[in-house]
């Protein structure tokens, strides 16, 4: 494996042959699989998980890791194509990511959306360009409209719990005081269309996923024999559900305008998820977040710290699942998979 940036590059039984290989990790650790191999992250944008298991991941491999946040304790680095540098940034990335890929087996790279432009961010315009000028493994540690890594484990907790495949997956827009991206909603969608379930996207008006995002994830639906409808009737949606997944997104019909988002969303308070939205719900439907979550605005604790949540789980779930990237990205013969 060179590139892990999107779960729609691999086939279905691609991915259930990774979750294999974290699960054989779990059962079987392999402490020296990785020796001798060196990982670089690149984090343009704060993190707990996705920081924190990547490096637990390389040292349980045997492997080592280094991180950069470009402009704390080193140069900040410019993303934009074209820019005039006279500005805070003092290198750009068309220079210092090759640099930093020099040093490393393979590099991870967390760029954000720029929230200003949603074509732009659609095209995933700025890690396009930066991927463009790495030669070495690269994993996506979250881009501008994906996820692969949460979505990776996100499936894995959905197996590890036995979740039939043709269960009904509900993910939920939630409030949020302010504007967040679209990239887990858009990598969720995906992995639970193309897991072969039943998917709807419960949102408010000014919140539908973009139709790139739906298209992308009907045809992954058609392949697996699933299928994804989006609508705003919530009674509608949590009936039969047996997984509601949460998550906040900024407003497609305000993409860069905070002021007309912040608006719309400020009617939208009751989309705070609380245990009275499951009793339409299967007894045992789950509920999954992939945090770092707002108690009290986007999800009540009640739910949160409730038997019915394993974001936990989820959470945990990053490591087994990252480490076997790490494993079929670096172990020998692992590039030629
Ligand atoms: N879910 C997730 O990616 O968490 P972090 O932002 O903390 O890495």
Redesign the pocket.
Known sequence: MKRFLDLADFSREEILDLLALARRLEEHPEPRALAGKILGLVFFN??????SSFQVGMMRLGGQSFVITPGQGTWQLETRTGAIMNGAAAEHVREGLPVLASYADALGIRAFAEGKDLRHDLAETNFKAMSSVVDKPLINL?SAMN?P??ALADWKTLEDLRVPQRAKFVLTWANHPRVTPLA?PAATVHMAAQRGMEVVVLRPEGFALPPEIMDKARAAAAASGGSVRETNDRSEALNGAHVVYAKEWGSTTHYGDSVGDATLRAGLTDWCVRENWFSKSASDCKFMH???VRRNVAVADEVLDGPRSVVQRE?HN?LPAQMAVLHRMLSNGGAER
């Not at 704060?46 to 920081?51: E, G, I, N």
């Open positions: 704060p993190s707990l998980r996705t920081l979250e996820h890594c949460q887990v992939c945090l770092p959470a990053r």
